[in-house]
């Protein structure tokens, strides 16, 4: 499994995220900084920081590319700037299904994200 953290300069919500994977497995995260909107949407982006498993953001919604901060919902509803553990679980463990081919997905449920700290 590969994973990849894409992210602004000053990201405030990068060391959290690093910190929670960290925690939940031993697989090594690269980040890669992500500077212009052009580079952005080669990335596909949907905020910093976003979470690349095997290249593809397990949270990936309609809010298109962008280089504001990222937000979710947790389970509960609330606002979160970074997926809970049992979010990155589920996302970590349906990578795992995934990769060996018989098509499931964890249990639990993805983040569902709001959009980006800078629309109104």
């Known amino acids: 499994m590969k994973l990849e953290v894409l992210h602004v300069p000053d990201c405030p919500n990068l ?5 929670r994977l960290g925690e939940l497995t031993d697989v090594p995260v690269t980040t890669r900084e992500v500077r212009t909107d052009a580079d952005a949407a080669a990335a596909d982006m949907a905020g ?13 919604s309609a809010a298109g590319c962008t280089l504001s901060c990222r ?20 996302a ?29």
């Open 15 to 19: 060391a959290p995220l690093l910190t």
């Open 48 to 60: 910093s920081p976003t979470l690349l498993v095997n290249g593809t953001d397990p949270f990936a």
């Open 71 to 90: 937000l979710y919902r947790d389970d509960s509803g609330r606002v979160v700037t970074i997926p809970t553990a049992a979010q990155l679980q589920t």
């Open 92 to 120: 970590l463990a349906a990578a795992v299904d995934v990769r060996a081919g018989d098509g499931r997905f964890g249990g639990g449920s993805a983040p569902r994200e709001v959009g980006d700290a800078n629309r109104g």
